[in-house]
């Protein structure tokens, strides 16, 4: 299973990508918004810099003509730019034809199979299921992660099943439970993923003991 980043915050992805398992970078107008991004194509530029893997920067155009433009300059940025365009017609249509221009998409704002299986049969390279705001709503995002595994593996599609609007560790573990390719989140979830209290507890004692053990090696010593 791949592990994004969903932040914009450089020092987040700096702190991610130093833990050496570090697969790629989501980024969204929101996350931009939050860490008060001036230079948009500037940031993903550094991004791309920080990190090997796919970098997602999304459009803002919500017209075919003018997402065409937007992805055509985004993925100019770099190699590993990946263009992130909302799950909508216009961005569909857009989709299908970065797709056979070679362009590399991630179809963003997914809540059913059946736009997940739209956004397949347009070529899009990864599928983003939101699973978090349907957990929202009192649904279960979940069962769209497993929907979609199904719906691409029964017909082999090549699109990756990108799990996003990740909150919790559960929601990575079900994921990749269920075949999911990739899971985006942000780095709270991250450090979450590391963190066992009987790790913890196992390591201080490990240490302790050892302390001990030098220690009475040292008596040992004194007493001959
Ligand atoms: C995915 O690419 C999105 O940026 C992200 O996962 C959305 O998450 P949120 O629902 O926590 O905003």
């Known amino acids: 299973m791949k592990f994004f980043i ?3 915050d450089l020092d987040e992805i700096r702190e991610a990508n130093d833990l050496g ?12 918004y939050k860490v008060g991004v001036r230079n948009f194509e500037k940031h993903v530029a ?6 090997d893997g796919d970098v997602s ?3 803002i155009a919500t017209e075919y003509d003018a997402i065409m433009d937007e992805a055509h300059s985004l993925a100019k940025i770099a190699d590993n730019v990946v263009v992130k365009v909302p799950l909508i017609k216009e961005g569909i249509k ?3 034809t970065l797709s056979d221009e070679g362009i590399r998409t991630n ?3 997914c809540f059913s199979a059946t736009q997940a299986l739209l956004a397949a049969k347009a070529g899009a390279t990864y599928i983003s299921p939101f699973i978090g705001r349907i957990d929202d709503i009192s649904s279960d995002g979940m069962q769209l992660i497993a929907d979609v595994v199904t719906i691409y593996t029964n017909y082999g599609y090549e699109t990756e099943v990108l799990a996003a609007s990740v909150r919790h ?4 573990m079900e994921a990749a439970r269920l075949g ?3 899971a985006t989140m942000p780095m709270k979830v991250i450090n979450q993923l590391l963190k066992h209290p009987l790790t913890d507890n196992g390591l201080e004692r490990f240490l302790n003991d050892w302390d001990a053990l030098q220690e009475s090696i040292k008596q040992d010593k004194v007493a001959t």
């Open 94 to 96: 857009a989709i299908k």
């Open 57 to 59: 920067a999304e459009v």
């Open 6 to 8: 969903d932040t914009a």
């Open 21 to 32: 398992v570090l697969d790629g970078v989501t980024t969204n107008p929101s996350l931009c």
């Open 180 to 182: 999911a390719d990739v």
């Open 107 to 109: 179809c963003t704002l």
């Open 46 to 51: 550094t991004i791309c810099d920080i990190v």
């Open 169 to 172: 560790p559960m929601h990575v």
